[in-house]
């Protein structure tokens, strides 16, 4: 199956700052999509982007998809952006490990 | 606001009972994902269907777990007996297939423990 890497596992953030997590897939794929999970566990949906940039408030993800990577930034953080953000690839989803933000006051 | 449901929230069972799980997917979409959240293991697929008929289900026990779709409105993940490894965050999914190319929308999970 498709591997997923996600970098850095953790990130400790102060309010009001911006950062990168990066997600490396291992083949070539028509489906990507960033997650949230928030700490109760909801998995929300931030974006579908196979390839491209796309851009909703604070949060914007572009992916290469033809060096297989992909970028979830944020700016601007803020405390309710904490938890674990997940990429996930293929049809079946194959999902990383994941990105444990913790965004402090 | 279409959103996927999920029953039960929470589930204790004994080890050896059966545990059922239900999802009904977002109104129109055609396919349905059965997941497993773990700390060892992540979120790994178990089951998938696409127009409730199922098309991978090699995530799975065979030899405990099942997966169905008796209508479009609901699908059921059942475990028979479940044992103590069992206890995951179990999450169902449902998305509206176009050509490998779709969104999935997940539901808030069934939180289990088999004692």
């Known amino acids: 199956g498709i591997q997923v890497e996600q970098s850095p596992p953790d990130l400790i953030l102060q309010e009001g700052a911006n950062s990168t997590l990066r997600c490396n897939f291992s083949d070539s794929v028509n489906n990507l999509q960033w997650f949230h999970q928030n700490p109760w566990g909801q998995l929300i949906n931030l974006f579908y982007?196979?390839?491209g940039t796309k851009q909703n408030g604070r949060l914007s993800a572009t992916t290469v998809a033809t060096e297989r990577y992909s970028l979830l930034y944020i700016s601007s953080s803020q405390t309710t952006d904490s938890g674990v953000y997940f990429c996930a690839v293929g049809y079946k989803l194959s999902f990383g490990a994941g990105t444990t933000v913790t965004v402090r006051a | 606001d279409a959103r996927v449901t999920q029953t039960p929230r929470h589930k204790v069972t004994e080890m050896g009972q059966e545990v059922t799980m239900r999802c009904q997917p977002i109104?129109?979409?055609?396919?349905v994902f059965w997941y497993r959240q773990t700390m060892m293991q992540g979120l790994e697929l178990l089951a998938y269907f696409r127009n409730r008929a199922p098309l991978d289900d090699s995530g799975m026990p065979k030899d405990r777990f099942s997966a169905e779709m008796p209508d479009a409105t609901l699908a059921t993940l059942k475990i028979q007996p479940s044992e103590p490894r069992d206890s995951a965050v179990y999450f169902c999914?449902?998305?509206?297939?176009?050509?490998?190319?779709?969104?999935?929308?997940f539901g808030p999970g069934t939180r289990l423990l088999v004692l």
């Open positions: 109104l129109g979409h055609n396919t």
């Open positions: 982007i196979p390839s």
């Open positions: 999914a449902s998305g509206l297939a176009t050509g490998g190319r779709e969104t999935q929308y």
